[in-house]
């Protein structure tokens, strides 16, 4: 094996860039042509585990797994690379009547992780709305395929906090809460894509605002205040944009109230896919850990949610919520 020394990691609060990107070694299957270099962590190295294209045998996997490890790692530079191999593999995995439920679901939520941490790293790509409504077209089409698939994805949905991951819940939420109140399945495309997208201005936002940890000063809250905004101008210029997609990523912030933001809106101005993804939103942020709260259970995030949001957000969309989790919620 080759080693290689870790280079320059760096983390912040809600995104995170570092030389290498973990993968779980399960997602890769043996015999296929993988198409980056494969590594393994030893302490503060890199260990070279295979070279691109050079395909593991069941061998290499059972001794893999016979030594407890359960990660690869990609250098940075292959990073769109790999998106483009979860993203190519993701509809023939979903397809495969051999694998379990639980495994589709595990290659749904790692495929997503990896596609989003690229697309987060290059909004700007004219690929982006491309990729997101292929994505969201496999989530919606397995959440949509039972019960026990909506299950399994939210069982894996993790407690910690970075942008591109909590793109991930918000849509699963989204979606699913969208399906149990009889949306059309077009619809439930383009409120995904919204919700998918509805943190995608925060690419524009300075990395200091961003990665601040302590609270934003007045003028940083402004600046932060923008991104449904920003979200909205980026995305535009790549092409036309359904009006459900767009109302899901600039009505995220507003609130039924009037409190919220960018523009203040309230009752019916916040118009239904706004209204979705704010509750998916607030929802998958209390049930995360984030630098100033630790992750709450199901119950008792819903129980914030009545007690001090309630006049935020639709109290009927709020009912259904909890009924949705209440059937489904492996921690409720």
């Not at 993203?87 to 439920?101: I, M, Y």
């Not at 690419?203 to 905004?229: C, D, F, N, R």
């Not at 409190?259 to 993804?277: A, F, N, S």
Request: glycine share 8%; net charge negative; charged share 25%.
């Amino acid at each position: 094996m080759i080693e290689r020394q870790q280079t320059g990691s760096r983390t912040g609060g809600t995104h995170r860039t570092e030389t290498f990107i973990h993968l779980d070694a399960t997602r890769l299957r043996a015999d296929e042509d993988i198409p980056f270099d494969l590594y393994v962590r030893n302490g503060g190295n890199y260990l070279l585990f295979r070279r691109a294209h050079h395909p593991m045998t069941f061998d290499d996997v059972k001794s893999f797994k016979a030594k407890g490890l359960k990660e690869f790692y990609v250098e940075s530079r292959d990073k769109k690379t790999l998106a483009r191999y979860f993203e190519q593999e993701l509809a023939v995995r979903l397809k495969d009547p051999r694998l379990a439920l639980d495994e589709k679901a595990g290659f749904l939520m790692e495929a997503s992780r990896i596609i989003m941490d690229d697309l987060f790293a290059h909004p700007e790509s004219p690929d982006t709305l491309g990729t997101v409504r292929s994505l969201v077209e496999q989530t919606v089409g397995f959440i949509s395929s039972g019960r026990q698939a909506f299950r399994s994805v939210i069982r894996l949905c993790s407690h910690d906090y970075y942008t591109y991951t909590h793109t991930l819940h918000v849509e699963v939420y989204s979606v699913a809460l969208g399906k149990q109140l009889g949306l059309s399945p077009g619809f439930l495309q383009k409120l995904g894509e919204g919700a998918l997208l509805h943190d995608i201005g925060k690419a524009l936002v300075p990395p200091e605002i961003l990665t601040k940890p302590g609270p934003l000063s007045p003028q940083e809250w402004q600046v932060m205040k923008q991104h449904p905004q920003l979200g909205i101008d980026l995305l535009s210029a790549q092409g036309p944009m359904d009006e459900v997609t767009r109302w899901a990523i600039i009505g995220h912030h507003e609130r039924m109230d009037g409190k919220g933001y960018p523009y203040g809106l309230q009752k019916d101005e916040v118009v239904l896919p706004g209204r979705i993804v704010a509750l998916a939103d607030i929802y998958d942020a209390l049930t995360t850990n984030r630098s100033y709260h630790a992750a709450a259970r199901s119950f008792e995030a819903l129980n914030v949610i009545k007690d001090h949001m309630l006049g935020g957000v639709d109290p009927d969309l709020f009912r259904e919520l909890v009924i949705l989790l209440a059937n489904n919620a492996p921690e409720w």
